[in-house]
Structures are given as structure tokens and as C-alpha cells.
């Protein structure tokens, strides 16, 4: 039973984040942020739950790539979902509660651990190790960490926050 809390905790990413908007408008402002995305989800009255985030395969296809966010990529294609929570707190400000299913993001970086494995396995033993280590490294690190995890962090607190001009987004 350890084991599939430890599964869960790598496959689960929760951050709570507090806002000074009321429920209704932070909700109304990640609805327009996730349409923009293309991720289809699911309202309530303080909840949105994503349905299907965009399959991006080839890096031609445009769902991949943003104007959101300095990188430019989308980050709702390397997850599986997201869902969000909104708790109206008695001072006026809304907690947000953001779970993100990283499980796509899971399987890319299985994906380059083994290409990179296959690379390393042709090159002399010195050189294939460090080249392994480097790409499950910068694997780990670049899908996991940083853009199924902080980049969409840090979009959804942007626009909860007024760090996007929503009169832009659609």
C-alpha cells in the first residue's frame, strides 16, 4: 500500500493558491484561461475539472505552442488533467486548490529515458552514462517539474492574480 501513495504523490501535483478575487470571477478567469489552452473541462459552482487536454504528437501542430507564458508552449499538453477547487474565505479572498495529473508527463520522460538509454548503450561507457544521466535529468526536470508543474502554477496565478490582461484573452 506504500508503494501506490508514492505512485500517487508522482503522479499528483496539488498547489493551493490564494487570490483576492471572489469564487465566481477567479473561476470565470481559469475557464477562459483553459478555453484559450484548448483544454475542454467541466464547471460547477467552485470547481473546474478538465475533461481532455490537448494530444499534441508532432511539433508542427499548433495546440503545442503559446503566447501565455515566456516560454511559449503550451503546458496543458504535457498533462493528463487538471482540476481546480475554489473555497470563499471570510475575508474576502478565494483559496484555489489546483491538482494536476501529470501522468502524460510521466510517459514522456519514459519515453527519452529510453532513447536515451538506446543512445547511450552505442557509445563508450564514459561518455553513454553521462549522456544517460543528462537526458533523464533534463527529462525530469524540463516535463515534469517545470512544465507539468510550475509553468501551470504559474499561469493559473498570473491570471487569478492580474498578471494577464484579460481584456486580451479570448
Known amino acids: 500500500m506504500l508503494g501506490t501513495n508514492k505512485v500517487n504523490a508522482l503522479m499528483h501535483k496539488t498547489y493551493e493558491l490564494i487570490c483576492q478575487l471572489p469564487a465566481h470571477t477567479a473561476s470565470e478567469r481559469i475557464e477562459r484561461l483553459l478555453s484559450k489552452e484548448g483544454v475542454k473541462y467541466t464547471a460547477t459552482d467552485l470547481g473546474i475539472t478538465s475533461v481532455r487536454t490537448p494530444m499534441v504528437v508532432l511539433g508542427i501542430q499548433p495546440e503545442l505552442y503559446s503566447h501565455s507564458n515566456w516560454v511559449g508552449l503550451n503546458p496543458f499538453v504535457f498533462v493528463s488533467g487538471v482540476a481546480l477547487r475554489f473555497k470563499e474565505e471570510e475575508n474576502g479572498r478565494t483559496t484555489v486548490t489546483v491538482r494536476v ?65 484579460d481584456q486580451l484573452a479570448p
Open 101 to 165: 495529473n501529470r501522468l502524460r508527463a510521466l510517459l514522456w520522460v519514459a519515453f527519452w529515458i529510453t532513447c536515451g538509454s538506446l543512445a547511450a548503450l552505442a557509445m563508450p561507457e564514459p561518455g553513454g552514462a553521462i549522456l544517460f544521466i543528462g537526458i533523464a535529468c533534463a527529462a525530469w526536470f524540463g516535463i515534469v517539474s517545470f512544465l507539468g508543474g510550475y509553468l501551470i502554477k504559474k499561469e493559473i496565478s498570473d491570471r487569478l492574480n492580474g498578471g494577464v490582461d
